[in-house]
């Protein structure tokens, strides 16, 4: 048992005393990092093709339902406005004289009535078509951007980089103080990205009724 733990000792020591000598005869390779700024992914003309053309599909879709919104808010607006007009003449007092005090009372208790339901029917509608935006976000530019992601790993092997950082997030976090322009290589991705040939996108089901992107 000594002579085993004698060897075992005696082995650890050789160990310790070897690993600074080890470190001093090999020195490790550079990591080589580039940094890819993903906000300009999104840049009109210059950015993804294929991302871009999905989100420009998707609020295509989502049209009728955005106009919808937008029309019954302008509605909710201008039955604000005839209640202010209503309620002036009501508190003029020479206006007042000259118009049916209870039929203009009537009036704004009408349309304030009506804008109130409008407000929950917007409310509703307006949570509905959230609900549905994200859904078919999810089915049409989450693949997108996991091609893409994928995509960014073969880049950066194919160029030897060992490290591909996002440049838009390391900004938004106030840590990115300044870059080497040769570590940046947003647009050479880009390009290599956009001249993939086109894969077959998985059918996705279109939803029922019409739809458009919330507010």
């Known amino acids: 048992m000594r002579r085993i733990n004698f060897t075992a000792a005696t082995f650890l020591f050789v160990l310790i005393f070897a690993l600074p000598l080890f470190a001093q005869t090999v ?16 840049y009109e003309k210059v950015g993804i093709t294929k991302l871009l053309n999905a989100y420009a599909a998707l609020e295509k879709e ?20 005839e209640i202010q007009t ?5 508190n003029n007092t020479a206006a007042s004289r000259a118009v049916d005090a209870t039929a203009v009372q009537t009036s704004i208790n009408n349309k304030s009535d009506e804008g109130a339901r409008l407000q929950v029917e917007f409310k509703r509608k ?8 994200e859904k078919r976000e999810a089915a049409l530019i989450v693949p997108v951007k996991r091609e893409i992601g994928s995509a ?4 950066a092997k ?20 300044s870059v080497n322009q040769g570590m940046d ?4 991705f880009i390009k290599y990205f956009n001249a993939k040939p086109a894969t077959t996108a998985a059918t996705t089901p279109k939803p029922t009724g019409t739809a458009a992107k919330p507010n």
């Open 86 to 90: 209503l309620q002036a003449q009501l």
């Open 185 to 188: 290589l947003t647009e050479e």
């Open 126 to 133: 307006q949570e509905d078509a959230k609900a549905a935006y």
């Open 27 to 42: 020195t490790p390779a550079p990591t080589k990092i580039g940094i890819v700024n993903t906000e300009a992914f999104y």
């Open 62 to 81: 989502f049209e009728p339902r955005q106009q919808e919104l937008v029309a019954i808010n302008t509605k909710i607006e201008n039955l604000g406005k």
């Open 152 to 155: 960014v790993s073969e880049f």
């Open 158 to 177: 194919q160029k030897g980089f060992d490290l591909v950082l996002d440049g838009a997030k390391m900004d938004q976090a106030g840590i990115l103080l």
